[in-house]
Every structure is written in structure tokens, then in C-alpha cells.
């Protein structure tokens, strides 16, 4: 059985390079004091250098374990984001199933993250069950709507059709069964 790091070498450095490496990984952003090529995307190893530079000792692995840690946090707050984001828009006038469908891929899509990863933080874990928290009331608003609107109909019509079929002169006992029966709505 293999020792679990307590802390990497990336977590003893001072909170400002750690910001700077998130945004080389990230961001995919040359920091502006780094000296050396700067062509595409930064790599592990110009993470490396830059700590060099910064007068910090990394390892290209230690980058590579951050560069993959933060990715899954990245995504898991790209989820989030996505999921708060529709549901800010969210009323009982524009619910969808859109929406609701949009949910439950982000669901699944952070699940997938999740089950991929079996060394998530709590920091981690915590921001999947907020994307997933975010999602599941999405879909629970979207359904509350629909059947709200299925309501709304059904009264209608049921209110429509007393109407029309009293000015016919038809029974009431008739009338209620004609609604009972072929609108499906029972007291």
C-alpha cells in the first residue's frame, strides 16, 4: 500500500506563485515576468522554470499532480457556474425542459468527473456537491413548472367544456361525467 503525500512541494509555496502556476495552467497564461520562450501554451516544464526563477525547487511531477488536481476543480466550477447561471433565469414563466435536460448533462458530466478521480479534496468535493445541488433544483423547478402548466390546462379546458355543454342544456350530472371521463379530472 502506497503512502499518501501529506503536502506537495507546490502547497509549501507562497500563495502568490500558487495563484501564478493556476493561471499558467488554467488560464493558459505566461506570467509577465517570466523569462524564457514564451510560445502557446505554457508546459509543466515552464511551470518549473518559473518556480526556478522564483527562487522555488518543484518537481515536473509535483506540477503535473497540481496541473490535474486543479483541472477537476476548474471543471467542477465551469459546471457550477453553468448550471447557477440557468437557474438564475429560472421562473415559472420560462421554466423548460431544456433546461431540466441541460441539468442532467452537467449531472452526469460532473459524476463522470467525479468517479474519474478517486483523490478528490474536500475543496473538491465540496464544489461537486454544489454543481450537483445546483442541477438537481434546476430539474426539480423545470418539473414543478411543467406540471403546473399541465394544471392550468386541464382547468381550462374542464372550465370550457361546463361552459359550452350548460349553454347545450346538458345535465349536470352528464356534464361532470363528460369531464371526468374524457379530461381525466376527478375531485
Same mark, same amino acid.
Given at each position: ?9 507546490? *502547497? ?33 516544464? *515552464? ?9 522555488? %525547487? ?18 467542477? %466550477? ?54 450537483? %445541488? ?32 350548460? %349553454? ?20
Amino acid at each position: 500500500m502506497s503512502k499518501r503525500r501529506a503536502h506537495s512541494s507546490i *502547497d509549501r509555496l507562497p500563495k502568490d506563485l500558487q495563484e501564478t502556476l493556476r493561471r499558467m495552467i488554467i488560464d493558459n497564461e505566461y506570467p509577465y515576468d517570466f523569462v524564457g520562450e514564451q510560445e502557446g501554451k505554457p508546459k509543466y516544464e *515552464d511551470l518549473v522554470e518559473y518556480c526556478r526563477q522564483a527562487g522555488h %525547487k518543484v518537481s515536473r511531477s509535483a506540477v503535473g499532480r497540481y496541473g490535474r488536481s486543479i483541472r477537476v476543480l476548474a471543471r467542477m %466550477k465551469e459546471a457550477g457556474i453553468i448550471a447557477r447561471e440557468a437557474m438564475a433565469g429560472l421562473d415559472d414563466e420560462n421554466a423548460s425542459q431544456t433546461q431540466k435536460a441541460v441539468a442532467e448533462m452537467l449531472t452526469a458530466i460532473v459524476i463522470e468527473t467525479a468517479a474519474d478521480n478517486d483523490k478528490l479534496t474536500p475543496k473538491q468535493l465540496r464544489e461537486l456537491a454544489c454543481t450537483v %445541488k445546483d442541477c438537481t433544483a434546476i430539474a426539480i423547478k423545470s418539473e414543478q413548472y411543467v406540471k403546473s402548466q399541465i394544471e392550468k390546462k386541464a382547468a381550462a379546458a374542464a372550465k370550457s367544456t361546463k361552459s359550452k355543454l350548460t %349553454k347545450a342544456g346538458v345535465d349536470r350530472k352528464l356534464i361532470q361525467e363528460i369531464i371526468d371521463e374524457h379530461l381525466g379530472i376527478t375531485k
